[in-house]
């Protein structure tokens, strides 16, 4: 059963919804007006449409609320009350034991078979980010309205000027290079990223000539790779010492013959796998430099259109790695930062860590191809 109230929401209570947190509160305030909201929601169940969807790291006195071993579960949280996150609220774990009659009991309500299915979706994903949150819906048959997947003004802010550089060779191809491509570039970057649509971003559309129906998927996945392409860029430069430092990393406390050799063989498996990941991610990000150089260097706009519609099934993977590796950088320096590791909780760190990158290695490659 899982506990009744969590407390640490007041810091939520004006955030928007991050690669950890799904704020649904926040989105129900900003798009409840809108009738794609309504039309064509998230969950149907009001409460949890209205919900606080996190990516939570199991405590130890938390594990044995599920049947297999896991480091990270997903957490719906439905706030006390909605005005004021301060009261805490009432939880329940994605496929927790008996996991369908206890998300019934803490919402108090009917919860219908698909909203538990679509949860059960959620929960596979390393992460909530919202390209990956929206392409897993898809592939679950799930495509609620486009106000679900914004960015954070946050992220917006923080990729503004990566994004900026990455828009104005397009920008100079399309309107001779000056003083004022770097403006022009800002410009066209804020409508993308925003999601800036009808008369003022035909001029786009017909350089990609992308029919209209195609545009918003076209542009989505393109705001993908952005994205991801900036958040590989962030995490490289942190999991290299994260590497060095796991290959370094000794137990507290005694340990067996066997538990060294086991320790020693899972940690190169681990570092293997780290290096691989980069390895494939910076491979992936070579197909789309290689179709947006065609786009700007040598005006074949047909080649990064064929690029942008294919796109999901390379970003997908793509952000799958990304996610693993912010797993490996963000948990493995909040354990290290909470004291010494004894040998099985750093066996089972790693095995997390291995399982997180290895559960990437799929057909999927080959099918994106």
């Known amino acids: 059963m899982s506990q009744p109230h969590v407390r640490n929401l007041a810091r939520l209570q004006a ?16 798009f409840r007006e809108l009738p794609g909201w309504s039309e064509r929601p998230l969950f149907a169940n009001p409460h ?3 919900s606080l969807i996190i990516k939570h790291r199991l405590r130890r006195d938390e594990l044995d609320l599920f049947r297999r071993r896991r480091q990270v579960a997903t957490k719906v949280v439905i706030p006390i009350d909605p005005s004021d996150l301060k009261l805490g609220g009432r939880y329940v774990f994605v496929d927790q034991s008996d996991f369908s009659r206890v998300i019934r009991d803490v919402f108090g309500t009917s919860m219908p078979e698909s909203d538990l299915e679509t949860l059960r979706l959620i929960d596979q994903l390393p992460s909530l980010d919202p390209f990956l949150l929206r392409e897993q819906l898809a592939r679950g ?8 997947f914004d960015l954070t003004e946050a992220d917006r802010r923080r990729m503004f000027a990566f994004a900026q550089a990455e828009i104005a060779p397009l920008v100079a191809a399309s309107m001779g290079r000056d003083e004022q491509t770097a403006q ?3 410009v066209l970057v804020g409508k993308i990223l925003s999601n800036a649509d009808g008369d003022e971003m035909e001029p786009l559309r017909l350089t990609l000539r992308l029919a209209p129906e195609d545009y918003a998927e076209g542009v989505f996945c393109w705001k993908g790779f952005l994205y991801y392409k900036w958040s590989l860029a962030s995490v490289m430069a942190e999991i290299g010492p994260v590497a060095a430092e796991i290959a ?6 005694p340990t067996t013959l066997e538990e060294r050799a086991e320790l020693t063989q899972i940690r190169e498996n681990l570092v293997g796998w780290i290096k691989l990941t980069l390895g494939d991610a910076a491979e992936t990000l070579k197909v789309y ?7 700007t260097g040598n005006g074949r706009p047909t080649a990064f259109r064929e690029f942008l519609l294919d796109a999901p ?3 997908v993977r793509l952000g799958e790695q990304v996610a693993a590796l912010r797993h490996i950088v963000s948990f493995w320096r909040y354990r290290v930062s909470g004291g010494p590791i004894t040998v099985d909780e750093m066996l089972d760190i790693f095995s997390d860590f291995e ?3 290895a559960r990437n290695d799929g057909p999927a490659r080959e099918e994106a191809a």
Do not use: E, I, K, Q
């Open 355 to 357: 399982v997180s990158l």
């Open 248 to 253: 370094r990393a000794r137990p507290f406390g």
């Open 289 to 295: 430099d290689t179709a947006y150089g065609h786009l």
């Open 313 to 315: 099934l390379l970003f």
């Open 48 to 50: 949890l449409n209205r």
């Open 15 to 30: 955030s928007a919804s991050t690669s950890r947190v799904l704020n649904l509160m926040m989105v129900w305030r900003n």
């Open 141 to 148: 048959g799930r495509t609620p309205d486009p106000a679900y």
């Open 184 to 186: 022009r570039a800002a």
